[in-house]
């Protein structure tokens, strides 16, 4: 996984977004926290660490268009149980302050769906795969429902990388169900 360049607004040093997991360094400094919790960044006390955002530049400036962009950002499907809707915003955040586009399901809770709805959303869903460079599946604590397996499914023949939260169960259902 690609890690951040976090930059900081008082004196202007910039550092690579720190390696440990029990740090979330995006979606902290999005709000203006120190990604380091209670003790202050490297650079010093009262100073605070922000994500680079794709669209401005190391200089806080905005980009002026796309010959100014970098490359393409990536655009990343989420899929996974409407069950998971909570877990959904938060991954969605984190891809997207990493500078992914991000495209996810619009509709959790189909049981207020007609049939008719339902599938059309599934329908539509698998679009979404279509447009993405990778799929993210929300497998949280291993679960992957039957319209998440049949998403799975379709990205393997469409040879969609697939990435999943969970990687140890995901990788077992894989094995189990897509020989």
Known sequence: MKRARLNCRACKNSYMEPDSPLIC???????????????????????????????????????SGPADMPTSPAIVCLCGSGRFATDFA?????????????????????????????QALDDLHLRKIDLATFVLVLNIDGYIGQSTANEIR??????????????????????????
Not at 34 to 46: A, L, N, V
Not at 160 to 179: L, R, S, T, Y
């Open 154 to 179: 379709y990205a393997l023949a469409a040879d969609k990388p697939i990435q999943f939260h969970d990687p140890e169960h995901g990788e077992a259902w894989i094995k189990e169900n897509c020989k």
């Open 25 to 63: 360094a995006t979606v902290g400094s999005a709000f203006g926290t120190s990604i380091y919790g209670e003790s202050p960044p490297p650079c010093g006390p009262g100073h605070r660490l922000f994500a680079q955002h794709p669209m401005r530049k190391p200089d806080g400036n905005l980009r």
């Open 90 to 118: 938060r991954v969605a955040a984190e891809q997207t302050l990493r500078g992914n586009i991000v495209v996810a399901p619009g509709v959790f809770g189909k049981q207020d769906l007609t049939p008719a709805q339902a």
